[in-house]
């Protein structure tokens, strides 16, 4: 197993680049996001998986290990391969995706291509306990709210979630704004303008 490459990039496709590692280039086949995160002739360490089918092996990797997660889970999913998943992280953000999944947002999930309601309400039904436990936020490296966070952000998710919001989505709001440097008061009234 190849858990990522760090190299050079030395051509962007639609739909996959060359990372040169050790005179080796790797095709890696991603999502739009990943390639709009990247630039020729720069240096990246890339998250991959290998996929092994009877006429093919591909490598498939993420500029972030959330896109690498996201994809993991997705391509559990009955009926879904690596093209529908990587179809799913082209067209949302990877909050996009867990916020869909944890609100049982079936039309949302089926804006990506090839994904119809049937198969966003079986990523739904897969998936919902999966991403109520995973981190939020864009990369697992930058930083989360946090239990021990005495901070504006730890009082604004306590507050909003004794109105009655979800947790999962009072993490996703308060990750979104917490570099805006905000208030606990236009923190709460942001939030409660996103959650609604």
Not at 13 to 31: A, P, Q
């Amino acid at each position: 197993m190849i858990s990522y490459i760090i190299g050079d990039v030395k051509a962007i496709l639609d739909d996959s680049f060359i990372i040169e590692n050790n005179k080796i280039g790797y095709r890696i086949n991603t999502s739009l996001a990943t390639l709009e995160s990247i630039e020729l002739n720069n240096e990246y360490k890339i998250y991959t998986v290998l996929n092994v089918r009877e006429n093919d092996i591909s490598l498939y990797g993420f500029y972030s290990l959330d896109e690498l997660e996201m994809y993991e889970l997705l391509v559990t999913v009955s009926s879904i391969g690596p093209k529908n998943a990587i179809a799913v992280l082209s067209t949302l953000s990877v909050n996009e995706i867990k916020r869909a999944i944890v609100n049982n947002d079936i039309d949302y999930l089926a804006q990506a291509k090839g994904i119809g309601k049937k198969t966003a309400s079986r990523i739904i039904l897969e998936l919902v306990d999966k991403v109520k436990g995973m981190h939020i936020g864009e990369n697992h490296d930058g930083p989360t709210i946090s239990n021990d966070d005495n901070s504006d952000l730890q009082v604004a998710k306590e507050a909003l979630i004794n109105l009655g919001y979800q947790r999962n989505d009072v993490e996703i709001v308060l990750n979104e704004l917490k570099d805006l440097d905000l208030d606990l008061e236009m923190l709460v009234k942001e939030s409660l303008k996103r959650l609604i």
